[in-house]
């Protein structure tokens, strides 16, 4: 009987020690793919938030680069911050130089993994073009991850032995009271694997084994929760930069719309003021006097600077804005620099300064740039060059190949350099390094919008300077790679010199017709009347806005229309509509005179159906020449 009862004990025991090992078994087995599945759960999630982060940021650095708003961009990476496993984070431009970067510590053991995502910002005007800004880079710490992991694994190990060592001493009453909570805490754990993160873990108030197990699921569903709210903060985050961001753009919309307003209201009365100077300088029965004639062309002269100003606070509005398109063509940058060395020879021969143009071969390949934008950025380096140098000075300008399909041009002066202190605050606008005080009429904006220029047509731009020496500008542009070398030069457009008057009235002497002018500003009503009273038999009448306009247009039947755009009531596009409309007036042409002169102002107006579309101030000789047009 005893051997039986200790056989039963034995096969008890051994039934007892093979359920405890097989027990043991699945409870590491478990926890260990509890852990896998911990581990996997975080490491997708950890390379989700990286991405993510990383691609937001990129997105929110694209104006920040663009605008080279460093602060902004330092920001933007100190968000990162927010991530709990966020290590590092930094911004690259294209040629390699860090914008800007956020470091964090390192043993030099925990691993790390990072994420690159390019900084690009679409080019408007380009159909969806895209141009690569550079990228950002962005670093995650696994410490947080792998200190989890080797908790969930020392956790199972526990476990397990603290499962067969139940089982060694244990009875079946302990098989229970072990077995059915761990299987209920086990059915807690695949729904936290699933994502649910709201279940009750049972026995989690208990003193034993189960309990450190069931306070481990908590804990693990307590880190699940806080990964959670983690992503709603960092989702709100991209929530806020997204608002940030749109506010900005709103602001860069208003600023337009107000340089643009501003751009009207300051053209208008310079219209009449330099209108009547040009009068006064070229009046025929009354000629001023020397005296006279100088004060006028003082007038002219701080008249047209002003204007230089409007137009350049316009210019870098546009291009900071993006309302800014390029049209891209095949341009033989010879002709260019000819051009324009022959449109500043006048300023330099005033300074008795030699401007030169070499180049060591013949046949350049073509550039692939704006062929205007070009001519634009070589005219202000030529005009800084002469302006800045020295009387009796030299301006050398240079053409030659700089590798990777580049071409180099270069502008060289003998004037005084730039100190190396000021050299790195040169490109910044409204800055015009201490010269202030100096006769040298000037910006500041100049430089800032020739750069921005070059980049936009994907090119560089850099200078050499030697305080008391001189200074070297030069820009690199694109070859045309569709074009092969040797491609004949561009024809040279006839330039004519701003504000000559062309000698070649006579038939506008000797002509008649009717002018009607709609125009709400007397000063301009009264600048154009003296205009056409230097015209023999033209006849001229007036209309302070469009509906009397309208009334007179279908009265008299004029030859011709000039009318203001921004009129009050019936605007002018409105007024030319109904124009076009009548029977009786659809065939009279009209010529748009408006200080609504942003280019795309002008298009606007052109499209609209002007036969012509100038600009305020007006210059006499142009009102002339459009005169003699139509009623020549």
Known sequence: MDRIINLKLSLYGHSLLIVGAVLAVVTIATSSWIAVEQNRSLTVELESRLSALARFQAAALADTFWDLNRESAEKILKGGRTDPDFHSARAVMNDGGVFAEILGEHDGVTPLVSRKIDVAIALPGTAGKVRRLGFVELTFSLARLQSLQRGALWKAAGFGLLQLLAVLIGTALAMRWIIVPGEAIRQRLVLLSKGETDPEIPAINRQDQIGDMARAVASLRDSLIEIDRLRAEEARHAVDLKQAHDEAQAANLAKSDFLSSMSHELRTPMNAILGFAQLLESNPNEPPSEPQKDQIHQILKSGDHLLGLIDQVLELSRIESGNISLSFESVAPEAVINECVEMVRKQANDKDINVKFSSPRLGYPPLWTDGSRFRQVLLNLLSNAVKYNRTGGEVAVALELAGNNHLRISVTDTGLGIPVYKQKKLFEPFNRL???????????????????????????????????????????????????????????????????????????????????????NPANLQLMEAIIKRVSNIAMRTAHNAELGLVLARDIHPDLILMDINLPGIDGITALKMLREDDGTKDIPVIAISAAAMP????HGKAAGFEDYLTKPIKVPIVLDAITKFIG
């Open 600 to 603: 795309h102002e002008i298009e």
């Open 434 to 520: 201490g010269r202030e005080a100096g006769d040298i009429e000037g910006t500041g904006i100049g430089l800032t919008i020739t750069k921005q220029i070059v980049e936009l047509m994907h090119g560089n731009i850099g200078f050499e300077s030697e305080d008391g020496k001189g200074s070297t500008f030069w820009i690199e542009i694109s070859v045309d790679g569709d074009t092969p070398d040797g491609t004949d030069e561009l024809a040279t457009p006839n330039i004519s010199e701003h504000g000559v008057i062309a000698d070649s009235n006579n038939e506008i002497m000797n002509s008649s017709g009717v002018i009607l002018y709609i125009e709400d």
